[in-house]
């Protein structure tokens, strides 16, 4: 689903894409596969990023790891066509760090980019890894990320995890618009 909806609004190769929280997460192969050459992957976890390493062999070295917390990373403003995040933001419970992750991607991304956001649907689990989580629906995930980013397209999957257990995601595509400015003259 996330690759193909990134293919959707990148179809250039040399797009720059972020995989937000990616982990240990296989999207990176696809992207390779599919020929971007402007990937970068940022997680906490140094031990996800470097399973991720290991199961890519050579073909780690087209990519860029960053371990960083999302919160707080120092992006390059604009840096981004694509910012992908499966499974992250729904963990931001306090209002504070949804604002700030709102933040760093509305900087990361440059105006007409794109941000993917996949979190657990509104009917998806409350907790995972040990940890609450926030669920949403389309319209509420949209409204965490507000004025400048336009909603594209909604999507829900129904996701089996490898040990067979369902989870019901909600992915959300928008497009990075420029804020409205109001001049006092
Ligand atoms: C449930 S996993 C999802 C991994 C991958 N995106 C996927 O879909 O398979 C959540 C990942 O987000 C990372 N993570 C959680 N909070 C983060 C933050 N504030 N900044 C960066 N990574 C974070 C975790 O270390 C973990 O690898």
Redesign the pocket.
Known sequence: M?LDLIRQVAPAVSSAII?????????VDGLIASGYTDITV????TV?LEQARQRLGAAESRVTWLA????T?DFPRGGFDVW?????FH??TSAE?RAR?VEQARHAVHVGGHVLV?TFAHDGLTR??GLNVARYTADALHHEFGAGFRLLESVREEHTTPTGARQAFVYCLCRREALATHSAA
Do not use: E, K, P, Q
């Open positions: 996330s995989d937000v929280g990616g982990g240990a997460s296989t999207l940022l997680d906490l976890s996800a960083a917390d999302a919160l990373a992908h995040d499966r499974a992250v963990f931001l760090d992750y996949a995972c890894s």
